[in-house]
């Protein structure tokens, strides 16, 4: 399974971005999946997750009412819309995928599987 992360990049204080993650399965519709972001000197931390339906999502209390995770899974995508954008949002963000269950909970990373490679999302104030 390859994952495919792209939209990131360097935006003001407010603005907003979208990045997506493609997926290379067949099962994408099935699978869970969830964007993580790790900023220097920081530990990777969860930020959103979306079930395979797409009608269960979960969000890190520090990014909720400000991003959106959706699915398209014809498109074997998953998004993450991003308004309103902190520096502290800055980080380098992860796309994951999992299989059809969550044995460890949609945040915890044991959770996923496959990982894409990162894009580095800046925000200067």
């Known amino acids: 399974v390859q994952l495919q992360a792209s939209g990131g990049g360097l935006v003001q204080a407010g603005d907003s971005l979208r990045l997506s993650c493609a997926a290379s399965?067949?099962?994408?519709?099935?699978?869970?999946m969830g964007w993580f972001r790790q900023a220097p000197g920081k530990e990777r931390e969860f930020v959103a997750s979306?079930?395979?339906?797409?009608?269960?999502?979960y969000y890190a209390d520090s990014v909720k009412g400000r991003f959106t995770i959706s699915r398209d899974n014809a498109k074997n995508t998953v998004y993450l819309q991003m308004n309103s954008l902190q520096p502290e949002d800055t980080a380098v963000y992860f796309c994951?995928?999992?299989?059809?269950?969550?044995?460890?909970?949609?945040?915890?990373?044991?959770?996923?599987?496959?990982w894409g490679q990162g894009t580095q999302v800046t925000v200067s104030s």
């Open positions: 994951a995928a999992g299989g059809r269950g969550v044995p460890w909970g949609d945040s915890n990373p044991r959770t996923y599987a496959y």
């Open positions: 979306i079930r395979g339906s797409g009608d269960t999502t």
């Open positions: 399965r067949r099962t994408f519709s099935s699978s869970i």
